[in-house]
């Protein structure tokens, strides 16, 4: 079992910056590839980026790429998303999820823990 508790989400103005971030617990970290996703009101869970197992490998959405970063931290058992340039079309609820294995996967479910989720408002 592994849980996941995000943090970091908030209102922000547009061209503004936030840095989410989920702190996990339970089996071993690096067994996991992790994921971030987004749901907006009336719209289907998506994909935002993810990150292989031991951190080597990572990849993006094309709405998000070149303005956000995944990482993760072994020793604080902690994956980051950082997210510069925000604009209004960012606002969601932020998710992180994991998934037992290496790749990085885009289909939420394929994933196997998720947190409980995070606010971000980006106004225009």
């Known amino acids: 079992q592994v849980q996941l508790v995000e943090s970091g989400g908030g209102l922000v103005q547009a061209g503004g910056s936030l840095r989410l971030s989920c702190a996990t617990s339970?089996?071993?970290?690096?067994?996991?590839?992790m994921g971030w996703f987004r749901q907006a009101p009336g719209k289907e869970r998506e994909f935002v980026a993810g990150?292989?197992?031991?951190?080597?490998?990572?990849y993006y959405a094309d709405s998000v790429k070149g303005r956000f970063t995944i990482s993760r931290d072994s020793a604080k058992n902690t994956v980051y998303l950082q997210m510069n340039s925000l604009k209004p079309e960012d606002t969601a609820v932020y998710y992180c999820?994991?998934?037992?294995?290496?790749?990085?996967?885009?289909?939420?479910?394929?994933?196997?823990?998720w947190g409980q989720g995070t606010q971000v408002t980006v106004s225009s």
């Open positions: 339970g089996r071993t970290f690096s067994s996991y590839a």
């Open positions: 999820a994991a998934r037992s294995g290496s790749a990085i996967i885009i289909t939420p479910i394929r994933y196997d823990y």
């Open positions: 990150i292989s197992w031991r951190g080597g490998n990572t």
